[in-house]
């Protein structure tokens, strides 16, 4: 299918506090954001015209901006609100929503000092990440580039710059037939995928590696919500890449992934099992009920 340029497109899009038309959502060249990826954004989920756990992403947002020593300049609230105009105005009640800042033009220096906060969001529809194969299982293999040590990134950050690590990576797994690819964190244990977090069931536990090189994903929090809440045991902990030989079945969680069962990740086979697909159902159910039920589940 071909895809239609996110450029050309239909619509509305919310840009620095209105909705201006879709084609008309442009930034000039000499933006501070392109040249040195001072820029963060979110990705968000509608479910039947609810944004699943919107706050938290807004949240994540501005905390991701602060990080990069940036202010946006909208509050969580006004924010929210934008997010549901934009799916509103593009009539979805289902989608991808995204939710972007990035600093101006006002200098192109590697200094940002004196540059203007920029945000803009856009919505559109996008029904499943690994269209199919959320049960089957994906194929992945393990990327060359590692995620970096959290003293020489931000790496709680949902920052665009730490995404050419992860845009590499699935470059390479694409060009060699594999869906994802699997990182490693700086000194070789399993970090993520190239947008989802990954979690090993062995011997019936869940196991899932410890956040200090990657973003603590909210599906990854949910995911190991629901699972404490059906009795499951889950360890969050430093795994090493030969420990994946023990795994019965993998899988990884992302808001555009939602859960997805892996099959293979290089050498290593899984067979998609039980618990993936307990887990797979109760998130499925929850991205359905109203935020106050969410909230008191992820809360728990
Ligand atoms: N890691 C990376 C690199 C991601 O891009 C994402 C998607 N935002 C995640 C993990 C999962 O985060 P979340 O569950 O909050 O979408």
């Not at 969580?76 to 289902?94: F, K, M, P, S, Y």
Request: with cysteine.
């Amino acid at each position: 299918m071909a895809l239609i340029p996110f450029d050309d497109r239909d619509g509305w899009i919310w840009l620095d506090g209105q909705l201006v038309p879709w084609r008309d959502a442009r930034l000039h060249v000499l933006s501070h954001g392109l040249h040195y990826a001072s820029s963060v954004f979110e990705g968000e989920r509608a479910y039947r015209g609810n944004i699943f756990r919107l706050r938290d992403h807004t949240e994540r947002l501005l905390n991701s901006a602060r990080l990069l020593m940036f202010e946006i300049p909208y509050t969580a609230e006004q924010i929210d609100t934008a997010c549901r105009q934009v799916l509103e105005a593009n009539g979805l009640t289902d989608g991808y929503v995204r939710p972007v800042a990035w600093r101006g033009t006002e200098q192109l220096a590697v200094s940002p000092s004196g540059t203007t906060i920029h945000t803009a969001i856009a919505a559109w529809p996008w029904p499943s990440y690994f269209e199919g194969e959320r049960m089957a299982g994906i194929r992945m293999m393990e990327g060359t580039w590692r995620r970096p040590p959290p003293d020489t990134a931000p790496t709680q950050s949902k920052a665009s710059a730490l995404y050419m690590i992860g845009s590499l990576n699935k470059l390479q797994a694409e060009q060699a037939g594999y869906a994802d690819a699997l990182l490693l964190d700086w000194r070789g244990y399993v970090a993520e995928a190239t947008g989802a977090n990954i979690f090993l069931v062995i011997d019936g536990e869940l196991h899932t590696p410890s956040c200090e090189a990657f973003l603590d994903g909210l599906t990854r929090k949910t995911v190991i919500s629901l699972a404490r809440r059906a009795q499951m045991k889950v360890v969050e902990r430093h795994i090493q890449p030969a420990e994946l030989a023990r795994a019965t079945e993998v899988f990884v969680t992302g808001t555009a992934a939602e859960v997805t069962a892996v099959r293979e990740i290089g050498d290593h086979c899984f067979t998609p099992g039980r618990i993936t697909e307990a887990l797979m159902q109760g998130y499925d159910d929850l991205v359905l009920c109203s935020p106050e039920a969410v909230d008191r589940v992820v809360a728990a």
